[in-house]
């Protein structure tokens, strides 16, 4: 119950919107402000770190419940999200095998 109590406490005593670092790179615990009826509450913001160990997003993905995080886990694993990511990753212009300069000018 060590998680329970830890998350209590930081729930009850923590700042406004102050995040916590975990255990698990680049998985951190924000504290939500209560805002109308709704009180105080904790969420997961999910934002991997690249080579040098900075974030990758100035903002990460904010997870308030086991449900969110299945749905984007399960995105996240579908076969086509990961088909059209590699379809982007190819025409990224920042991807090296892709010649610049090449190829038809698409006017605009």
Do not use: C, H, Y
Not at 13 to 42: C, H, M, Q, Y
Request: aromatic share 4%; proline share 5%; hydrophobic share 40%.
């Amino acid at each position: 119950m060590e998680i329970m109590d830890n998350l209590r406490q930081f729930l009850e005593n923590g700042a406004d919107w102050e995040r916590k670092s975990t255990s698990v790179t680049g998985v951190s615990i924000i504290r939500l402000p209560a805002s109308g009826r709704r009180s105080a509450r904790l969420a997961v913001e999910i934002n991997p770190v690249g080579e040098a160990g900075k974030p990758l997003k100035r903002q990460g993905v904010i997870v308030m419940n086991s449900g969110e995080g299945e749905a984007f886990s399960s995105l996240f694993n579908e076969e086509r999200v990961k088909n059209l990511l590699a379809a982007i990753d190819t025409l990224s212009p920042d991807n090296p095998a892709q010649k610049k300069g090449t190829g038809d000018v698409l006017q605009i």
